[in-house]
Each structure stands twice: as C-alpha cells, then as structure tokens.
C-alpha cells in the first residue's frame, strides 16, 4: 500500500466512522472496495471476521457455519463493525437484505465497480461457443468476470436501495483542457465502460497515482453526468499526488493530404490507370464550426490501413467513424484498406443490412473491379454453395465476406475463417443502430457486445469502421456518439460528411387538415396529381409512401391514367419484381417510382431529378437521407417536394419502432423473467423463446424485434444504473429442434430413413405420434442442396417428405403452469372474462368506435381493483381484432374491428361473438386442469390452428393476471439467451411502482422533440439556403430550443409545386436528364442581399431562377414577396402597389395569412375598409362572432386567437364555444 495514499485517505474513513457511531453506535460498516486506500491495521479491533476480511470466495469460504459465527457477533456488538463487500454479500445470503438495514451504512469506492482477481479464481469460460453463460460457483457478490489484458477482475454486484451508502471520495475538482503529451495515457470513456476503473486499479498496481490522464469527451456528446462526475472525483484524488484528468481536444481535420504511393498504386490498380482520388466535403472540427473543408478520400482510407496495420504490430488500433455523402465513394473508402489487408493474408468482413445491397456491391466488385476474392452469404444459399464459400474463405480464396448482421451475431468467427485473422471489420449502413430512429434494426445494437466477444476470446487486434450516410452529431438528437457507444468503438477517427446539398431545392407547399372527404383520399388525388405533373414535364422522380397499401393504391390509380407511368417498389415484392422496377427505373424506360423507404438504402442511380413524400415516414435524418437521392450528378439540379399538412406526421408516430413500447410493458418482460427463473430451479442461465413474451405487447409483428428490443433497453438501463451487468440478453443461433405429429406409416418410413435425426415423444390415443425432429441434422445429412429456409418453409407448409409418403403436421408445445388450486384459479379467470364481457356489451349497445383507454375506463367500473385493467384491456384488445377482411367479415377470429385515427388506434364490437370467446378460454382451462391434480400441463396443438391460439391466449391471460406462467416450445421463433446475475433486483423492479427505464424516456423525449422540428420545418416558409442552414445545424447537434429561435418561420408555405417546377426545370429528353441550363442557371451574382434597394430593372435570383424585379412581378409575386421580407428588401413604390394587388387578387390565401390583423376588413360599424386590428381591440365580442362566421377571409396566429378568447371571456364567457373554452383552460 502507499503509505502517502494511506496517510491521506485514513483520516476521510475515520470521519466517516467518528459521524456515524455519534447516531449510531453499533453501526455495522461495510468497506466496498475501499481497503486499498487506508491503513487497514488501524481497524482490526472493529473487523468482524478477520480471516475473511476482503477475501475472494464463494459459500465454500463463507459457509452456513461461518454465517452463524459473525451473525451472533453482529448481533451482540456494542460498538461498531466493519465487514468486507464479500462478507455482507455472503450474510444478505442467507437472511433478508433488510435484515440489518438499520445499521447498515455501506462506504463504497465510487471510482471502481470493477476489482481484481488472483488468476486461479478466475472461473468464466473462456470459450467463445459458451453465450456469456454465467458459471456455476461464481461468487454471488460477482456480476461477471473479465480477464483485460494479461490482469483478471470481476464487477461488483451492487447492494440494494434500501440501504444507506456513502461515498469514499466525496470531493471533486474540475476538469481541464490540456494537448496531450507523447506516449501519455488516453482513456476511452465514451464506448468503453471500464476505462477508469481500469486505470484505477493500475494505479493502486503500480503503487502511483502521480500519473497525468488524458480523456477524450466530445462537447457534444451528452456525456453520462454519472461518468463525468467520476472523473472529476478521480481528478481529485490524482491532484493531490500531483497528477490530473485533462480533457483532450479532438484534432481537426488534416488538409492538403498526400496519399501514400502504396494506396494510390493500388487505387490504379482496380479503379484504372487515369483514377484520382477524390475530394470530401468534410466538417473540419464540428465540435466548434460548421466550417468545411475538402479532404481527399485517400486520407480516409490511408487512416483506416495505418490502424490496419497497428493491429498487425500488435498495436491496439483506433476505429474510423465516416459518415459518408452522398456520391463521396463510400464503397471505395473501404474497398481499398480491404485489398490491403487480402495482399497481406487477412479477411475483411463486411457487415451490410441488405441482401440486395451486398448482391449489388459483390457484383460490382466481381464485373468493374475484376476483384473475384469477394462473395457474399446469406439465408438464400444451399448448405453447398454455403459451405463451398466458407470452405473458400478459409483457405485464403476468399478475402472480403459480406455477411447480415444476423448471421455475423450467430456463428462464432472461426466458423467463416477458420486459422485465419480478421483484419478489418466493416459495418455499413450504420445508422440502423440508432434508438430512436425509424430504421432502427436490434440486431444491429447487438453487434457492440459480439465483436467486443470477437476480440475478447481471439488474438485479433482489427480496426473498426462503421459509415453512413447521415448522423446528427451530438446534442439531445445524437446518433454519432450513440452509434460509437452501441459498438463499443475504441477512441475512433471521426470523418464527418457535409450534409448540405447546393443542388437540390425544397419545393414544400403547406395547407391546413382536409375539411371534406377521408384524409387518404384527398392525399391520394395530391399525390396523382404530382405524378401526372412530373410526367407531363418529363421528369424523374421518386415519390416515397410510408407504407406499402398506400404504394399499391397509389399503383393503380396511376395505372387507370396510364399503365407505364410509374413503377412501384416495397420490401414485400419478389425480388425479381423488385428487380424489374429497378432496371425499369434506372434505365429511364420509366421515369417516376412509386416506393417505400425499401428503395434507396444502396441506390446509386444518378439522374433523379425530384424526390416527393406521399407523407413523410420517418423524421428529420430519414427526410435529409432520402431527398439525398436526387441529383447525385452535380450538373443537375434536383427538388425536394412535398405537400404538407400536419396530419400526415401521423405516418412517422405509427412507424417510430421504440416509441411503441412502454414502461408497464418492459416490467412484464422482467416479471416474465422472474417467473421463468423461478420455475426452472432458480437457473441464472436461460433460453427463452420470443414468443412467449408476445402477450406483453399490442401486437404479434415482429414480436421478435420487440422482445430483443425491451430486453437490451433493460440491459443497458441496469448497465447505466448499476455500473455492472444486472442482466444479459444475446440472440441465441437459431434453434431447428421442431416437432411433428405423424401417422403409423410416417414413423415406420421415418426410422428406416431418418432414424438419426428424430426422438418419438408420446403416442396419442388415436395412433399418432408426436417426434422431436432435428431440422439442422436432416438437412446437413440429407437435403444439402436445397437451402435452409427453403427446407424450413416445407416443414411448416407440410410439404416436407412427402415425396417419402411421410406425412409431418408441426406441433407447438405448450406449457402451463398454475399457481394457485384449479378451484381458485377458475373462479378469478370466471370473473375477469366476465367483466370483459360486460364491458363489450355496453360498446356494443353504442354501436361506436372507441379507444384502448376508453375501454379501460369503463373495464375498471366492472373488474376488481386488484388487476391490472390497462394490462388485460391491452390484451384483450389486442389479441381479438382485425381489420376488414371483405364487407361482412373481418380477418382471422376476431370480434373487434380495428382502424387507425390520426396516430390512435381504434376499435369497434364487430359481432356478439365476445361471448363465445370468452366462454372457450374457461372451456380450455376446465378440459386442462378439472381431471388432475397436477399443477402443470402440456399439451401439443397444430401450428395456426385456433386450438393453439386460443391454449397461448389462455396462458397469456394467467401470465398477465398473475395466476400462472405458460411457455411454448417448438416453433419457428428465434430464442434469446439470458444470464442473470442479480435476480432479487430484477425481482424488486418487476413490482416497483416508481419504475423508471431511463433509455425509455430519453428515446421517447428525443422522438417528441424531433417531431416538434419536423413540423417546424414543414409548416414554416424558409428559403433554401436557410433551410439547409436549418439542417445544417440539426446535424451539428442545435438544441430545438436554439433552431426555433434562430429559424422562428413567421410565414406558411403556399405554393403550386408543379407550376414551380414548370417554370424552374427544363424537360429532360430522353434518356438523359438536363436541367437548368442557360438563364435558368442560379447566379450568385444576383443573389438577394441583405437591406438592398431594388429598381424595376435590377436583376434578382431566387431559387434556381434569375429574372427582373418586373418580371418577377408578372411570373411569380409569391416568391419576390417572401424574398422582400427574409431579406428585408426594398423595391420602388410603384412596384410595391403592384405587387400589392396581385398578391390581393391572384393569392388572396398568401396574402390573408401574411397580413393577418394588418389586412384591410369590412366589418360592421365600420365605414369603408377598415383594419382588422383595430375592431380586434376595440370589440373582441363582436370580432369572435364575426370571425366565426369568416374564418376564410382572416388568418389569425395561435397567439392572436388565444389572446381573442381571453378578451371574450372576460367580456362575455357565455359567447364562447366549448371547444374555445377548452382552449383557454376554461
């Protein structure tokens, strides 16, 4: 021990110590990882159990009889106590944490959750097969065990809540910004966990804490306040030995770069002898300007070869985070580092999110590159072609894999390279990892842990690099950090691409909510309507559609005007349908696509002229990342266009994935948990299926994600909490054990030909047989030509063997377990169906649409207050709808009606049957359980048969009511894997009423906020060059707040979008797309500026188009007006007054909403025309009546009309509508 440290740190136990005995006396003080810092001879009289005292072991060393000697010391004492972490993790064992709580006061160390252990205590498996597994005889007090670099730690499980703590190092000091000095230690406390408790625990290893450390912190990455306050705690402590935590400023951008002769030999080499690198638009440092600055793409990929090769000296490599723009060669920018690291032997894998995009990519490589050392596999290949390119890899064939973030997550990385060293690993698209964002794939949040297994349990020192096209950059909206974090990048490179596009406009027109016909109709007749535009003019353009029945309507009222109009492409079509509407795209033979977001990710079709939204589906990054798809030559001039109201925001409410999820939702998952934990012998190693989760939300798609989704928000909730791993959650390789009922003749033919490969089971009554079938093991023995999912597929159409005369019908296992006696339990399920029913019928009687919260209202006045009505309403509601199958019929069994409202979700009693329903869920219950006395029951039900549907509602409801677990075997869903290492926490969450998920809220709040911009940006009349400023600044990380202060839009869009495009694109001929040539092109030679006087002859540009202020006057006094007022501009009086008329008489609607209460009115009383402001003030009662009647002739903001009511009611209330009253709180 350092005798200075233990000078200094004594005295801080002591008073600790001298504070708490004075309250009191036989206090029992738990040391947590604080023996390092203090003398500890100076407390061996108070030690409780000196010869365990801060030792390492498990309920060996800490024995019953051990417990029974301290538990009477303790007991007894009169003065106070000192025990370790271990021990009192050991006492809480065996009695009740409360126990002693009283007494309790736990002094921690709240620099370190991670401790060191001896080599031979060090009990993890270090097989990279075992899934996180947590071993048997792991010390309670021990989350997980790590082994970092050559020295062995565990993290501490952390006590409960109920007990008192104390910090050891309660005092902090600033931190300060410093440049780094040579070979001086850098921590990466961004994507790595343990940075400080490592370097700690070096530091008490060296017996040194005059040591200077460097941390990188982004000031705009909204940096964990838990993590920064440990810094400063930690720079505290090294202050008083002389030593320091200094912030490191991130280094700005390297300008005029040389590329490396190798790289630039090898660019020549596949690219072709007259190839250059080419310039990026990069920000130079986005931490403090906006300031851009070009860099050659050779910089990037010298960067990603240098780390490269690091790792090859056994250097731990930083990683490269590039978010690429459009057109800047993302391809090539990792392309290249791979053809290095394939001359030196290595692998490249090559991460990418679709099997269209890795086809493409591989091709390209195959036909432009003449590289052949490049493949791809996913789920479409037969276990040959599989294995022949694996085979391939292994023995140096194959250098570059591109491979799904599925398959990467459920092989261990020798499966794809044997003996061989991965050398760089690629994740494209890497935005999908974003929480919050519309594409967010799970599976890619799982890639962080598995290539942080991927190093752990292999020699491989490979950098990291990840690329997207867009990512907003710090701030409440991050998704750089966010992303670097998720992948546990280690201290990345940072590229990050210029969002802002020169040649592409916004052509946006705004209106209020239909007030006549059904709101997808009118959006239909809108969106034909452009169609039949851009296709007059001759345009290419893609319309996007949020989903895909609106694509397929869309479709064929373009095809009752013309069949070759447009083509149509979403991820539900064939894919040589896909294929046919790409080509038909690409090559002009058609020149508008109708598409879901499905189309784009990958596209590189380069003429596109404009890009309009049905509706927008996503939010801001996913609006910026689409319109990014036109004008990708830089010749050409795109547009992006919409039109605009603030019910289409409904599209991107539906579609946010994480936001559906909520908090009640995520404490079933961890009751569900809890249930499975106990009922399989108190395991902290489980395999779950992610069906059995499936009741827990409000509907059955995509269940898979969902359940993934909840249980890594848990994870890295407990994560952030704790500091150590509450729980672990990983997907699991896909399970192929399924079962199978079949006939007398089906199990002779199955054991003459595949009697390896299947377990008989039970033999029913009416002489069938159920078996467990092992689907991997027939397919690798007998069916290697055909591809996995293909065999899959024939097994649960029944198809599979029949060509042997064996007939296999899938069965589902379902188990159910119940927790109370049959009699009780029958009686509570009686009473809440009842209720159940009861509420129906009274929605029944009122023959009316109604919401999920007004079916709970009125199930609360029928049910006991004992259950969860918002929790079985959510069911019920759920499981029991369906939209119109045809006019007399809805889909499946449903009873219930369902239809979206605005972002609601709606229902209607379709039919009586409830009753029915309701009736045979007690009926199944009564047959499973009336003859037995066992409290568990299985039973083998046919896959999509209703028996099997109503067996999963019925252990659903028991689940949710609290009367029984149920669990289901067998079925096509994929499995997760868990560990458990603090059940009783996660037990305490299950049923804490106060809580919270802090990942929940924080997506949820930054989801609320990015619609409060969307709409914004919609509503808003901006000019081009500020609303990319806007977006601009969205990317750099602004607040909101900040954005709508310095963008506040005071005016609404209102324009004709094809009458624009007419007067600002030139046709395009052909099979070519020109625009904008000769006096169209934009001149910043006449650019407005700022304050300018304007005569009639004076030249003006705006948008694209350069005219006279005469001419503008004629052709478009809509967009001079808005220009006069952004820029403050004056023109001639002469001028003014014509303008004046026009927009009066020709734009009466711009002109209304821009003048508001300084338009000129006649109203009564008034003589002549008079302004609207002066009867606003003089008689609001008489305004509000006549405004009511004239809402058309007036536009009044929202704070003018609030102000309105406000002098109404103090007038004369009763004047007021209710709806106005609501409005004003009245």
Known sequence: MNQNLGDKYTTVLDKIIQKQVEVKENTIFVLTGITPYIGIENYTEYITDLSTFDKDGNDTLFSREWFGTVFSKLMIAQNHQIVSHQQFAYINEYLSEDFFKERVLIVYDNLRSLFPLSKENYIESTNEHANEERPEGLPIYQAEQLKINDNYFYTLKSFGDILEKRPFFALQKELTSANTQENAEVLDVISNPYAVDAFVNQCILDNNFCKQVFVKVSGKNVLNKTTHKTLQELNHLLAKFKGGVHILQEESIQQDYIPQAETVSLLKQYWGPSAEFRNILIYENPEISSNIVPVSQGLIVDTIINEYKKGCDGVLPRDIFITAPTGAGKSLIFQLPAFYAANNGDVTIVVSPLKALMTDQVEILHKDRQYTKVEFLNSDLTLIDRDKIIESCKKGDIDILYLSPELLLSYDIHYFLGERKLGLLIVDEAHLITTWGRDFRVDYWFLGNHINKIRKFNNYMFPLVALTATAVYGGINDMVFDSINSLNMHDPHKFIGN?????????????????????????????????????????????????TRHINKLKDKADEIDTNMVVAYHGGMLRDQQQFSYQAFKSNQCKIMISTKAFGMGVDIPDIQVVYHHAPSGLLPDYIQEIGRAARKENIQGYAALTFSKSDLRYSKQLFGISSLKTFQLQEVLRKIIRYFNSNGKKRNMLVAANDFAYIFDTTEEVDQKVATALMMIEKDYLIKTRFNVLIARPKKLFTKVYARTN????????????????????????????????????????????????????????????????????????????????????????????????FAEFRYRNQFFTQNEYVEKLKCNLSPKYNAEKIASFILGTYSGYMASASALEGDSFLQQRHQGTAMQYQVFSTNYGAKTTQLISIFSKLYEN?????????LSINDIPLKNHIRLGSLLEIMNLGTFETTGGDDPKLFLRLNDPR???????????????LESVKNRHK????????FFINYFSNEKRWDMIEDFFLGMSNDEIFEKYPGNMVNHVNIIDYLKRNAEVAESNTTEILSGSNIHSDLFKPKEEQHYFSDNMLTIGSLTMPIKKWLVEDPVSLHRTIVEYNIWIEKEDFKILTNKLRLQHFNYYRDYMRLKLLIEFPGYQGLVTASVPYKDCPVKFYKWWKQNQDKIKLSKKETIELFLAVDAENPKALLKAHRTIIGK
């Open 1009 to 1016: 906020v990015s619609c409060q911009l969307f709409e914004h």
């Open 499 to 547: 969002v802002r596009r020169k040649n592409i406009e916004f052509v946006i027109d705004t209106h209020d909510d239909y007030t006549s016909g059904k709101y997808d109709q009118n959006k239909e007749t809108e969106t034909i309507e452009f169609v039949k535009g851009i296709q007059e003019l001759g345009m290419k353009g893609i319309v996007y559609a949020p989903y």
């Open 744 to 839: 007398d003749v089906g199990i002779e033919r199955l054991k003459k030909l595949f009697g390896n490969c299947f377990t008989e089971i039970n033999k029913s009554k009416y002489s069938y047989h159920i078996i467990e079938l092992n689907l991997d093991s027939i397919w690798s023995k007998h069916f290697s030509d055909k591809s996995f999912p293909q065999l899959k597929s024939e097994f649960y159409k029944q198809r599979f063997l029949w060509e042997h005369n064996i007939e296999l019908v899938p069965q589902i296992k379902v188990s159910i377990n119940i927790e109370q006696p049959y009699r009780t339990v029958l009686s509570e399920l009686s009473s809440i169906l009842k209720a159940v029913s009861e509420t």
């Open 932 to 940: 037995h006395d066992k409290q568990s029951v299985n039973r083998f």
């Open 985 to 999: 926490r996660i037990e305490k969450d299950s049923n804490r009423q106060t809580y919270k998920n802090y990942i």
